[in-house]
């Protein structure tokens, strides 16, 4: 099992920058893959991207070129740099990890976000 625990999240214009941050304590072997997902207000959750310890990023096809992934291993954190936001991006950005041996089993919970371990969540606000 590993604890996830969320931060960064806020209110700010269309077209500005936030960072998230997902802190990631417990065995370490339970977060070979990570991502980040969304749910917007009556909305299912969403994938956002996911990162493999092989190295292997998968983005949802609305965040390419805006979103960028990174870990630092040595905090056990992941990031998610989230610029030019614009207001369909408002939504609880929650973290998740599971422990999948392979970058296609971690690529496929893009779409299908069964994964073990889920943070509390983070709120995004993106104004007009």
């Known amino acids: 099992q590993v604890q996830l625990v969320e931060s960064g999240g806020g209110a700010v214009q269309s077209g500005g920058s936030l960072r998230l941050s997902c802190a990631a304590s417990g065995y370490p072997g339970s977060t070979s893959c990570m991502g980040w997902f969304r749910q917007a207000s009556g909305k299912k959750r969403e994938g956002v991207v996911i990162?493999?310890?092989?190295?292997?990023?998968g983005y949802a096809d609305d965040v390419k070129g805006r979103f960028t992934v990174s870990q630092d291993n040595a905090k056990n954190t992941l990031y998610l740099q989230m610029n030019s936001l614009a207001p369909e991006d408002t939504a609880m950005y929650y973290c998740?990890?599971?422990?999948?041996?392979?970058?296609?089993?971690?690529?496929?919970?893009?779409?299908?976000?069964?994964?073990?371990?889920w943070g509390q969540g983070t709120q995004v606000t993106v104004s007009s």
């Open positions: 990162i493999h310890s092989g190295g292997g990023v």
């Open positions: 998740a990890a599971s422990p999948l041996r392979y970058y296609s089993e971690c690529y496929e919970k893009l779409r299908d976000p069964s994964f073990s371990n």
